[in-house]
């Protein structure tokens, strides 16, 4: 097993970093790292931003869920899906862009995140770790106007990283079987197998916790997406020349 493949089977959520700054030339190498990402089509559709400004970042923190790491932690990057540029692009060469639609708008969503990936685990290379911040999209309207996000660019999700001030327990995934099939989606084991992953996620949980976390995977699941999730999400993006059709 080579560096690369222990690097992405060792990945953890950081969410405590100790008090040092990132270097200038990591920073930059994270950043290059990510654009070269995979592309749909070299369209390059996405935009990060540092967010450096402390009252910002207090803010942001505040808007995701009050989640302090986002305050704290040394850098804090948003990950935009970008279709402005597309824009720009078609106005030098003197073409009108086509409306946006649901295609465009999972191309810059993808290209988002295909990039943010290979800045974590760029990242996770140069010693620092991190985690991501969906709580960006509990109120996506206020991010925008705190971080001056035109139309056409949406924030899909911020990313805390820094030197690490823990070393929480590796959590398992998955059985490879529910998640990898041949040929055709065949569900016949998923639920036995699923069964017994709670056990063991079960066991997870209260060994970190001490026992005051008792919980399966799938009740997890089930309690997160037995309700809806964001449903402000539609109206937001519409507002930001999102058209979802």
Not at 42 to 55: E, P, S
Not at 188 to 193: G, H, N, V
């Amino acid at each position: 097993m080579n560096e690369t493949i222990n690097l992405l089977k060792n990945h953890k959520s950081i969410r405590k970093y100790k008090d040092q700054p990132i270097e200038p030339e990591k920073l930059k190498t994270i950043i290059e790292c990510a654009q070269c990402a995979s592309t749909s089509s070299f369209i390059q559709a996405y935009t990060i931003i540092n967010v450096v400004d402390k009252h910002n970042r207090k803010n942001i923190a505040h808007l995701a869920g009050d989640q302090s790491y986002v305050e704290q932690c040394p850098l804090f990057l948003v990950f935009c899906a970008d279709l402005n540029r597309s824009k720009t692009s078609c106005e030098i060469n003197g073409k009108t862009m086509a409306e946006t639609n649901t295609e465009t708008f999972i191309l810059a969503t993808v290209d988002a995140s295909l990039a943010a990936q290979n800045a974590l685990i760029t990242a996770e290379s140069l010693g620092l770790g991190g985690v991501y911040i969906g709580g960006i999209r509990n109120n996506p309207e206020d991010i925008c106007k705190i971080l001056n996000i035109p139309s056409g660019v949406y924030p899909v999700f911020g990313m805390c990283i820094g030197y690490p001030d823990a070393n929480p327990d590796k959590k398992e995934r998955l059985p490879k079987d529910v998640i990898f099939k041949t040929d055709i989606y065949n569900i016949d084991r998923d639920e036995s197998l699923m069964k017994e992953y709670d056990t063991r996620i079960t066991d997870y949980y209260e060994k970190r916790t001490k026992g005051k976390r008792v919980g399966t995977w799938t009740n997890q699941v089930s309690d997160l997406m037995g309700k809806p999730q964001r449903p402000h999400m539609k109206d937001f993006l519409d507002k930001q020349g999102f058209n979802l059709k």
